[in-house]
């Protein structure tokens, strides 16, 4: 996930700004981490450079 998407991603939930949480990254982009909706208190990780967005009920 590229850095910048942060700016323009919002918590599917409650549509708040998310926070940004790197574990890993490399020269472009973010590899592991996670999204975090202070609001809701939900975290979103972020796998293999893909933020996965959906609400908590909604994951497999």
Known sequence: ????LVQILACPVCKGKLDL???R??????VSG?????KCNVPYPIVDTI???LPPG???
């Open 1 to 4: 996930m590229k850095k910048e």
């Open 51 to 53: 933020p996965n967005l």
């Open 34 to 38: 996670s999204l975090y909706c202070p």
């Open 58 to 60: 909604k994951r497999s």
């Open 25 to 30: 990254e490399n020269e472009k982009e973010i």
């Open 21 to 23: 949480k790197v574990d």
